[in-house]
């Protein structure tokens, strides 16, 4: 049973482009959460979709979005990327209302130059 | 807006003792969860245990256990005969438990990073 894949695992970008993470879910979970973890922080909540559309939102700008597919599977969409993006984004899925707990994917390490 | 303290930036234990990370939280809610994650170097979060408010039962998985003092805003993680593969940042989270919608977010604390030694 696969859990929670993120791709890529590594990216690095320069100022002002535009960058796309992706997330596959856990089987059997249809909610999707992505997190932003800088070096040496806890991570920080950006959004959450559950059936194709954002349930709630964090502290973030307008600049992040995301989208979810009707497979469950969802991207985060960054643009104008600043030096300050620069972190590990998490996804996580659970089964609704994430009672049992999340499942977290290994992240990708974006860099920002 | 609910807020969690880890006030422990690291600590260390030897192999098969036992240690205890803290964790403080800040809400005025009710009904909520409560979890540790660990997060070994491979970066990926693991779900170590999980506490509902409303139980008062201390929740028990294996080797972990928790201490959870409702009134006092307090959820301390216990690591019993602690293992090398222990070795991780652990972090506390809070979860609000409401009803009717899915706005089930997780707030961490900065994380406390454990190092079992041989």
């Given at each position: 049973?696969?859990?929670?894949?993120?791709?890529?695992?590594?990216?690095?970008?320069?100022?002002?482009?535009?960058?796309?993470?992706?997330?596959?879910?856990?089987?059997?979970?249809?909610?999707?959460?992505?997190?932003?973890?800088?070096?040496?922080?806890?991570p920080q909540f950006i959004f959450q979709y559950y059936e194709e559309e954002e349930r709630q939102r964090g502290n973030f700008p307008d600049r992040f979005s995301?989208?979810?597919?009707?497979?469950?599977?969802?991207?985060?969409?960054?643009?104008?990327?600043?030096?300050?993006?620069?972190?590990?984004?998490?996804?996580?899925?659970?089964?609704?209302?994430?009672?049992?707990?999340?499942?977290?994917?290994?992240?990708?390490?974006?860099?920002?130059? | 807006a609910q807020t969690v303290t880890q006030s422990q930036p690291e600590m260390s234990v030897q192999e098969a003792e036992t240690v205890t990370l803290s964790c403080t939280y800040d809400t005025s809610e009710s009904n909520y969860y409560l979890f540790w994650y660990k997060q070994p170097p491979s970066r990926q979060m693991i779900l170590v245990i999980r506490q509902e408010a409303y139980k008062q039962q201390n929740a028990t998985e294996n080797r972990f256990s928790v201490n959870f003092q409702k009134a006092a805003k307090s959820f301390s993680l216990k690591i019993s005969d602690s293992q090398l593969g222990d070795t991780a940042m652990y972090f506390?989270?809070?979860?609000?438990?409401?009803?009717?919608?899915?706005n089930y977010k997780?707030?961490?604390g900065k994380g406390t990073l454990l190092t079992v030694n041989p």
């Open positions: 049973d696969a859990g929670v894949t993120q791709s890529p695992t590594h990216l690095i970008k320069t100022r002002g482009q535009q960058v796309t993470l992706r997330c596959s879910p856990k089987s059997g979970h249809d909610t999707v959460s992505w997190y932003q973890q800088a070096l040496g922080q806890g995301g989208h979810q597919f009707p497979n469950y599977s969802s991207e985060l969409n960054v643009n104008a990327l600043l030096l300050g993006d620069s972190a590990l984004y998490l996804c996580a899925s659970s089964s609704p209302r994430g009672r049992y707990g999340y499942t977290f994917g290994s992240g990708t390490r974006l860099t920002v130059v | 506390c989270a809070f979860m609000n438990k409401n009803s009717g919608g899915s997780l707030t961490f």
